[in-house]
């Protein structure tokens, strides 16, 4: 089975602009997590998608949104980017058999955004 | 609230040395889920293992071996005959079960491990 796969791999983006991050899960996960790792923070929840739907977010502001496709594809948006935002963005997808289940998670490569 | 601490933040051996890395936890709930993951210089989180709060068993793969104990709210990692290639930063993680949380997961800072040769 292929695993988490993210697109692109690199970015760099200048304050201001707008990002759009692309992760494909593990074929039949059904949840799709996103986080964002820096050297200051460490790695931090942003939001997990679990049929179309969010149903868990983090402590980030609104500039940072998601969504996830019927397919269980996910993509994550930052607009309005700031220096801060240059951090390794990781994407995980577990099997989520339903709305309350607790799964493994399984990570992508991670995109690294570095914003100038 | 959960918390994840992994007080050990670098490690360095000599090769085939045995090494543990600590991880300890704080939560209210009374069913969670514990886990390890290695990333290496990759960047990419590699899952190890994942236990939880009503199975105690230690547990051996290989080389790797992890001690779960709740009365300490601990959950170490022991690696024997450390090679070259554990070289990564370890990451101790928490989830919750529950409709609130999903699957979740609250990570500690890491444990940077080198092997030297």
């Known amino acids: 089975k292929a695993g988490v796969t993210q697109t692109p791999r690199y970015l760099i983006k200048t304050r201001g602009q707008q990002v759009t991050l692309s992760c494909s899960p593990i074929?039949?996960?059904?949840?799709v997590s996103w986080y964002q790792q820096t050297p200051g923070q460490g790695l931090q929840f942003l939001f997990e998608y679990f049929s179309e739907t969010q149903r868990n977010k983090g402590n980030f502001p609104g500039r940072f949104s998601g969504r996830q496709f019927s397919n269980s594809r996910s993509e994550m948006n930052v607009s309005t980017l700031e220096l801060g935002d240059s951090a390794l963005y990781l994407c995980?997808?577990?099997?989520?058999?339903?709305?309350?289940?607790?799964?493994?998670?399984?990570f992508g490569p991670g995109t690294r955004l570095t914003v100038l | 609230a959960q918390k994840v601490t992994q007080a050990q933040t670098e490690i360095s051996v000599v090769e085939k040395e045995d090494v543990t890395l600590d991880c300890v936890y704080e939560?209210?709930?009374?069913?969670?889920?514990l886990f390890w993951y290695k990333q290496p210089p990759s960047g990419e989180l590699v899952f190890l293992i994942r236990?939880?709060?009503?199975?105690?068993q230690n547990e051996i793969s290989g080389r790797y071996s992890w001690n779960f104990q709740k009365s300490t709210s601990s959950f170490n990692f022991t690696i024997t005959a450390s090679q070259v290639v554990d070289s990564a930063v370890y990451f101790c993680a928490l989830s919750v079960y529950g409709v609130a949380s999903g699957s979740r997961l609250t990570f500690g800072e890491g444990t940077q491990l080198t092997v030297n040769p």
């Open positions: 995980a997808s577990s099997l989520g058999f339903d709305s309350t289940s607790t799964d493994t998670q399984y």
């Open positions: 074929s039949g996960h059904r949840s």
């Open positions: 939560t209210r709930d009374t069913t969670y889920y």
């Open positions: 236990r939880n709060s009503f199975d105690e």
